[in-house]
T-cell receptor
Framework: AQSVTQLDSQVPVFEEAPVELRCNYSSSVSVYLFWYVQYPNQGLQLLLKYLSGSTLVKGINGFEAEFNKSQTSFHLRKPSVHISDTAEYFCAVTMTTDSWGKLQFGAGTQVVVTP | ETGVTQSPTHLIKTRGQQVTLRCSSQSGHNTVSWYQQALGQGPQFIFQYYREEENGRGNFPPRFSGLQFPNYSSELNVNALELDDSALYLC?????????????FGPGTRLTVL
């Protein structure tokens, strides 16, 4: 079994400031890791994913994340946010041993960008 | 290319009733997964269908059931509705059932049970 913990339920940030959203996971086997964004009244959109290889992953809209196996973390960062980045962000994992795609999500982090 | 669509957008039912939610996958996607997202929480996996067969299930009772059709559409059926079933229901389609396959989400159906 695996679990995902998003350490911050809400992150207020000023426009053009950097932001980091923290995600920790636990699993008895190796995992794939994902970050999704959910804008109000919309479904989830994939920002980026880590499957293998380089631990620094770049995604859409200027986001990036770093996989740290020893700390079982997958933190999401953006160097300069825009008002349009206001949304809910979800970290998710699946087990590499699964033959089916059950995404296990964290509880989400609400990012509020103000001018 | 058309994305994932869901219908209806909103739905209000009373306790004990039955409901059917519909999803249209992206063309060519042979896998669909359903998730329940309660207010203020992350989505919870209900089940996945691959080539019209249930391929995996989360911790949901049998009154949650599904169907997947050859035309890339699918249904989620919930019997004997309970108040706790009030949530946003998301479907996600993918080209393949493996855990590394990217899942494309629809906008969801908001179900309210009174």
């Amino acid at each position: 079994a695996q679990s995902v913990t998003q350490l911050d339920s809400q992150v207020p940030v000023f426009e053009e400031a950097p932001v980091e959203l923290r995600c920790n996971y636990s699993s008895s086997v190796s995992v794939y890791l994902f970050w999704y964004v959910q804008y109000p009244n919309q479904g989830l959109q994939l920002l980026l994913k880590y499957l293998s290889g380089s631990t620094l992953v770049k995604g859409i809209n200027g986001f990036e994340a770093e996989f740290n196996k020893s700390q079982t973390s997958f933190h999401l960062r953006k160097p300069s946010v825009h008002i349009s980045d206001t949304a809910e962000y979800f970290c998710a994992v699946t087990m590499t041993t699964d033959s089916w795609g059950k995404l296990q999500f964290g509880a989400g982090t609400q990012v509020v960008v103000t001018p | 290319e058309t994305g994932v669509t869901q219908s209806p957008t909103h739905l209000i039912k009373t306790r004990g009733q039955q409901v059917t939610l519909r999803c249209s996958s992206q063309s060519g996607h042979n896998t669909v997964s359903w998730y329940q997202q309660a207010l203020g929480q992350g989505p919870q996996f209900i089940f996945q269908y691959y080539r019209e067969e249930e391929n995996g299930r989360g911790n949901f009772p049998p009154r949650f059931s599904g169907l997947q059709f050859p035309n890339y559409s699918s249904e989620l059926n919930v019997n004997a509705l309970e108040l706790d079933d009030s949530a946003l229901y998301l479907c996600a389609s993918s080209l393949g059932a493996f855990s590394y396959n990217e899942q494309f989400f629809g906008p969801g159906t908001r179900l309210t049970v009174l």
